[in-house]
């Protein structure tokens, strides 16, 4: 069997267009200035809380790429806490710096709904979680991404709870 060229140039570009495997997600932020911690130390506040939020709602989004497509989830951040705490008396750091010790590991709390393709609630619930064990064990943090501490909880949420 031959293949007109349209007929070929057609199949390419199929097999080109990603399949959507995602869920879709709907994400809410409660509000920043009642979160436990979500202080910048070397920039600007706001710029860094808006930083924080979109790598953090970008973590969730990809985890979501990960259940059904026909599903849908809604997420509502209420609470937040970085990894380590924000200390002003090092020298050479007058806006502070974020140094994290065992004792200062990071934890959320939000609210889910999971849907599925007819609507019906999957799962719902409100979720207070922490990851404690964070700075366990070998870690080659060379390069590590930022709020890397805090993109690992949100996995491990997911692959707890959804």
């Known amino acids: 069997m031959k293949l007109r060229p349209s007929a070929v ?62 599903q849908k989830l809604k997420v509502d951040v209420t609470d937040l806490n970085l990894a380590g705490e924000v200390e002003y008396f090092h020298e050479g750091f007058p806006n502070g710096l974020r140094v994290v010790r065992n004792v200062d590991f990071p934890s959320m709390k939000l609210s889910y709904v999971l849907r599925d393709g007819k609507g019906q609630i999957v799962k719902s619930g409100d979720s207070d979680f922490s990851y404690m064990e964070f700075n366990s064990g070998i870690q080659i943090l060379q390069g590590a991404k930022p709020l890397h501490y805090e993109l690992d909880m949100i996995s491990k949420w997911y692959k707890r709870t959804l």
Request: hydrophobic letters at 45%; a negative charge.
């Open 9 to 70: 140039l057609a199949l390419v570009l199929l097999a080109l267009v990603p399949l959507s495997h995602a869920a879709t997600l709907e994400f809410t932020w409660g509000d920043p200035e009642k979160f436990r911690d979500i202080r910048a130390s070397d920039e600007n506040q706001d710029k860094y809380q808006a930083n924080v939020m979109k790598e953090l709602e970008a973590q969730f989004q990809k985890e979501a790429g990960k259940l059904p497509a026909d």
